[in-house]
Structure formats: structure tokens, C-alpha cells
């Protein structure tokens, strides 16, 4: 089973991944990394500071990488939407996002763009667009324990087909941070 873990840089899909594998011993793919080493870009954007996914080659070395298995694999990355037909979109506020972007020296052009995607919505629409089954966490004021502990509850729920009234609470679309930013 192939679960993405995406959302917005700075909204805790690392810190959230690494936890959930060592309590659980999940497998889990760093996207970013992956596409870093292996090269699987196009090209970079220099405006932007980052590398230019090409989703084909992604798509075909996650592919190799995880075959028929049917044991857990966390792809995280906020590309991992493109991939996975199941995600978990971690989610943030947007003035809180700006102060978790702010201490990774992030350009303020590159925060203003994450905090904006973030207010609008931009990775859960995709990912609602793209997926079969979509969930959505709140980071904004828990620890990364706690996201840890509400991602593993999902894949439990989902590994055992209860993916109903149980993971009511991870429905899509209850977060609106317009208040925040307008």
C-alpha cells in the first residue's frame, strides 16, 4: 500500500514520516531526496531554487522501488499527491507556516509563494483532484508526536478497510485559513 504524505513545505511530512517508521518500521521514500540523487528533473528553477520534477521518471523509479509489495510504503514529498492514489495532506496555517518556512532561510519570495499555496488550498485541491482517497491533518498547534500518532491511526483504519465513520475527522476540506490571511 502506497501512501503519500504531502502538504506544503514546512507543514511536518519529514519529521511526521520518520516518526510513523520508527514506531511502526514503515518504509518510507523522501521524494525530494530521491529526485535530488537519482535525477530525475528536468531542469532547475533558478526563480524558484529548486529542481523540476519530471513526474514520468518519478513515477516509474517509485514504481521499481516498491514493485507488488503489499507492506506500507510513505512517500513523502509535497509531489507525492501525483503518485499515490491515497494521501494524507498535512496541513498548517498559514502565519505559523511563515515562521516554520522563516528559520529554514527560505527567500521571503519562496515563503510568500508556500504561505499563499497554503491559504488557497493549492495541494489538498490537487490532491482531491488527483486521488481516490484523501485525509487531512491539522499540524498547526500539535506535536509532531501527535501528527505521527493521527497518520498511523489512518493507515491502521485503512490497512483494516474501515476508512469510513472512523476517519470522519481527517475529511478533506474541514481546514479554512481565508481568516488568517485576508
Known sequence: MLIG??????????????????????RVIHLNKLIREKHLYSGVDEVRDTLVADMDKVSAHVSGLIGESDAVTILDSHLSHYIADIVIVLRASPGVLGERLSHRD?????????????????????????????????????????????????????????????????????????????
Open 106 to 182: 527560505y527567500s521571503q519570495a519562496k515563503i510568500s509563494e508556500n504561505v499563499e499555496a497554503e491559504a488557497l488550498d493549492v495541494i489538498l485541491v490537487e490532491s482531491v483532484e488527483w486521488c481516490e482517497k484523501v485525509f487531512e491533518i491539522d499540524t498547526t498547534d500539535v506535536t509532531v508526536e501527535k501528527v505521527a500518532t493521527d497518520v498511523r491511526e489512518i493507515i491502521n483504519a485503512l490497512l483494516h478497510g474501515d476508512d469510513g465513520a472512523m476517519l470522519l475527522k481527517y475529511k478533506p476540506g474541514s481546514l479554512d485559513w481565508s481568516e488568517d490571511v485576508f
Open 5 to 26: 504524505l504531502t502538504g506544503t513545505p514546512g507543514t511536518g511530512k519529514t519529521s511526521a514520516s520518520e516518526l510513523v517508521k520508527a514506531y511502526c518500521g514503515y
